[in-house]
């Protein structure tokens, strides 16, 4: 018996009895649901892989994974995967994370040298006691499992870094792109909710530092029960309120998705002395109906949606209408 279905075995029935459960949201004797996924930013290619295997029956885990590579192996992003732009020392250092149906998760952080960093997270979340792993016990567990170690810093972010080095002027860059960190939410036929979130992090952040992305709850939480959420933009703004938890959190309590992303932005931009102006934030949502939703502090933001009607990206909407 491994950990975790020990802990299944031996601690869900007795904690059942204490549990106080919220019967606000009910997802009981639901109608069935169509399959969707849905994703930050404008990355049809990623929905578009993620879409064909939920639709070929595969689950929403499979979905997310393989949704995300798409993006990591991408060379021009130059905020996922190969091609992401570098910390100040020109390193480039991977966050991710995945989650599936049954609460079970992985992550890695400050992985270098292994562009797939998904299909690690999935590999730690499958394959050890454990779900997060960092730096080189990542990138050792990943070499292991049989991962090719590459050089991540292309021509074109080398010299990029390079120009930046000249001024080394650091504040986080309001992220109004078209394609940025990745994050992907999908319900599969068996009306599972899986999730995955991948990135480089901040271009040209401190040496060492991890942001949101790896970080359950922050960057990326599911609750099979309720739904999933998933953010992009300034880590350490999302990690002060634990954005992806709270907007789950909050469609429990029966908002609905787009209320939720809302609800969960206005938190940030709340807090006594925030500088919300200068820096993005953005979540998408998805619950066990199937609706979807998403909010942004700053325009530009995006999500893009593959359902039953096909692939479109939808512009958020954002809280912050001025400049
Ligand atoms: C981070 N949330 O490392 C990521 C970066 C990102 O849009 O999403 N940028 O803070």
Known sequence: MNRRSFIKNTGVASLGIGLNIDKTFSSSNQKDVDPIVIATWDVKNATNKAWKVISENGSSLDAVELGCMVEEANKNGQSVGIGGLPDREGNVTLDACIMDHQGNCGSVVYLQDIKHAISVARLVMEKTPHVM?????????????????????????????????????????INIENHDTIGMLAIDKNKNISGGCTTSGLAYKMQGRVGDSPIIGSGLFIDNEIGGAVATGLGEEVMKTIGSFLVV????????????????IERIIKKPGSDYKNFQVGYIALNKKGETGSHA?????????????????????????QG
Do not use: V
């Not at 730096?135 to 390079?162: H, R, V």
């Not at 959190?249 to 969960?264: H, I, V």
């Open 249 to 264: 959190e909050l469609m429990r309590q029966g908002y609905s998705p787009d209320e939720a992303c809302k609800t969960a």
């Open 133 to 173: 792993l960092a730096g080189d016990g990542a990138k050792k567990f990943a070499l292991s499992m049989g991962f090719q170690q590459e050089n991540l810093l292309t021509e074109k972010s080398k010299n990029d870094w390079i120009k930046w080095k000249e001024s080394e002027q650091y504040k986080p860059i």
């Open 297 to 321: 502090i700053q325009r530009g933001f995006s999500m893009t949606k593959y359902d039953k009607t096909g692939n479109f990206n939808i512009d958020s909407p954002y809280f912050h209408k």
